[in-house]
């Protein structure tokens, strides 16, 4: 007899158990839908929904500094602020954490100009009051496509627009070539390097008809014998199909297929079924 709790899940459970944790993760105090805020800060200001006046630090310095009273009630690095504190950037070994009140935190990051930007995430967001779920295509074999991994010379890079730099374009590192053959076709596409993995930026004919229309993302792993998976059934909606506060890369020219891909995660939906963001 069988023992259901220990035996081995199939693709199609193992995929469910893959969504359903990204539906819990995106709404957690730091998910997705928690991001009500990210705004640059280039001279002394307010930021829309928390206290205090933020301001740069000095050139080579990580983060920002903040300007606040005791009355204010923010905590930096577990201290109550009173007076003006620095709070250190994610690029920092060390950097520092921000409570605002009992579901309101703050974290500094980085630009790729040497900017720092405050991101506000509040636990009790109307994303996350609202968020009804994310819809799927089912499970299908079909979709997982063997490909070639060749790695690209050091240095070598793309550039990438996001959706909020007004067409401009960053120029990000490409780790390698990607060959696949679908539909009897060869396709050379370019993913980038997300820490020890590689991140694909794509659309295809469902995009903008049944998926998020800015793309979605597919995260890989290069073996070392030079193959690769892309297995389409864990491709994932970008940050900023959950929140307008994220600014996410769009596909570029080379990994824009010109066929539907069903399979993967279609769009971010609200409790009553339309889009959250429609």
């Known amino acids: 007899m069988t023992d259901t709790a220990t035996a081995p899940a199939t693709p199609a459970e193992r995929l469910d158990r893959f969504h359903a944790a990204r539906e819990q993760s995106a709404r957690t105090a730091n998910g997705f839908l928690a991001l009500t805020n990210t705004q640059w800060v280039g001279e002394e200001q307010t930021i829309w929904g928390v206290p205090g006046t933020w301001a740069p630090r000095a050139e080579g310095e990580s983060g920002l500094l903040l300007t606040a009273t005791a009355s204010d009630g923010v905590v930096v690095d577990g201290e109550p602020v009173d007076g003006t504190v620095a709070v250190r950037g994610r690029d920092d070994p060390k950097p520092s954490s921000v409570v605002f009140d009992d579901h309101t935190t703050g974290t500094v990051i980085r630009g790729e100009d040497g900017q720092y930007a405050l991101r506000v995430w509040d636990a009790k967001s109307e994303a996350i009051a609202e968020f009804g779920g994310i819809s799927t295509?089912?499970?299908?074999?079909?979709?997982?496509?063997?490909?070639?991994?060749?790695?690209?010379?050091?240095?070598?890079t793309i550039g990438f627009s996001h959706i909020k730099d007004d067409g401009a374009t960053r120029e990000l590192p490409v780790p390698g070539d990607i060959a696949v053959t679908i539909h009897g076709e060869e396709y050379r596409i370019a993913a980038f390097k997300d820490g020890r993995r590689l991140q694909l930026v794509f659309a295809d004919e469902t995009s903008d008809v049944d998926t998020y229309g800015v793309g979605r993302f597919l995260f890989l792993a290069p073996n070392p014998d030079g193959t690769i998976t892309l297995d389409f059934n864990y491709a994932v909606l970008p940050p900023c199909a959950f929140s307008y506060n994220f600014n996410c890369p769009m596909p570029p020219r080379q990994n824009r297929f010109p066929f539907r891909i069903e399979a993967g995660e279609k769009q971010v939906l609200g409790k009553d079924g339309a889009l959250l963001h429609g």
């Open 137 to 156: 295509f089912g499970y299908d074999p079909e979709w997982v496509v063997s490909g070639t991994f060749t790695p690209n010379p050091e240095g070598t």
